[in-house]
């Protein structure tokens, strides 16, 4: 069988080079052109781990990169793996997919069948309108979406909890066949497929994604008032956890969380809900926690202060979760802007170095955060990074934080302040060194 996949991002990579690995033949392809040069050569564009090493392995023998389409027409299978960002209302800005659906129109023939399988994030009635659009061709379209979380999204593409397919016509064995087939090696783990219509599988994907973030937004709001009580957030987290109704997973309170999905996927399923004129009561408010969180935790650093004019402080993790260069919603970079508003001098670190070097294009290049150099320092060292600091600022939940010297790092700060707005840190040893600690809820 041979595939291809349309879109080298976060998705499509992982997408081709997991297929490439199952032995399948796969051409990747992509409208831009140094990523493609890129690939070819087996270097990987996005920091994942294990993925620069499959890249390496099937290059050039099982799986090519390509900037144009016609591949495609000897493809018996084509992913569809393009971004669907946020447009300015919220929706998911769905141009470089139907972009992409032209494409294929232009270069397949009408007689000669094709499945086309949708993995980008879509709103529910996208795969109908695709099937629209190619009602003339011999395709069947399929919603495959994705669950792969970044990070150790290789580790899930191959230990996927569920495969998601929604057809069309589920009388219709042929497509259906063809997805099993692509993925008999779940099948024989006996990893449950979930095969249903269109508009399940789109939902599906959706409603899992809104009811983590909905979970944290949860435990982010009472852990304020875990805060004000004397409670302790953790004590609770783990207590609930233990109901297994409840699980224990995705229950750490912190600083909001961020990242290419949760904050999109939340947006876009507020606006379905809109579109088909219903009111999201629930998942509005698990967005509208999200973006108050990281104010809140700035108003706690703002009140131990008072003044923060001239401040300096370390802001120790700055992409939205551990492991990733990704900075996208990354709540670390949105505490940082504001407290450059705020006239405070930040340095920053994380231990990935692409994370640090996207950091400082950013703000570089970024006009409306044209700071660094000036009261923005990314450093490669988190000792120096610490040194003479006002206040230590935990932004990403590392658990090798809790692994550094603390007592080198208490003879380096100016003042022995911690505001762990991740709840990491092991807080007796940090409070024997004599360090202020300042959790979220606790
Ligand atoms: C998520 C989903 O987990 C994945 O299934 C989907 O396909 C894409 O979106 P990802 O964006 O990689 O994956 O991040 P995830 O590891 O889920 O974390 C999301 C955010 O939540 C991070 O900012 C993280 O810091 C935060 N988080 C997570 C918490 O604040 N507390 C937790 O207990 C867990």
Redesign the pocket.
Known sequence: MKISVIGTGYVGLIQAVGLAEFGFNVVGIDIDETKVKQLNKGKCPLYEEGLEELLKKHINKNLTFTTSYEPIKDSDVIFLCVGTPQDRDGNADLRFLFSAVEKIKETISKDDYKVIVIKSTVPVGTNRKVKELLSEYNVDVVSNP??????I?VY?FFNPERIVLGFENLKNKKPIKIMESIYYCFKEKNIPFVITNWETAELIKYA??AF?ATK?SF??ELAKLSDKVGADIKTVSYAMGLDPRIGN??????????????PK?VKALIKQFENNNIDPILIKATDKVNEEQIKWFFEKIKNYYGDLNGKVFAVLGLA??PN?DDLRES?AIKLIDILLEEGTIVKGFDYVKKARENTINMYKFDKTKAFYGYNLYILDDLYETVKDVDGIIIT??YDRFNKEDWEKIANLVKEKVIFDG?NILNVEKIKKLGFRYHGVGR
């Not at 994705?146 to 990070?151: A, D, I, P």
């Not at 997973?249 to 999905?261: D, E, H, P, R, T």
Request: one cysteine or more; proline letters at 0%; a neutral charge.
């Open positions: 994705e669950f792969l979380r970044e990070g999204a899930d899992s994604n983590l944290l435990i982010n997973k995705f229950l750490n309170a912190g600083i909001g969380y961020g990242g290419s999905c949760f996927d939205f979760k990733t709540r990403v939940e991740r």
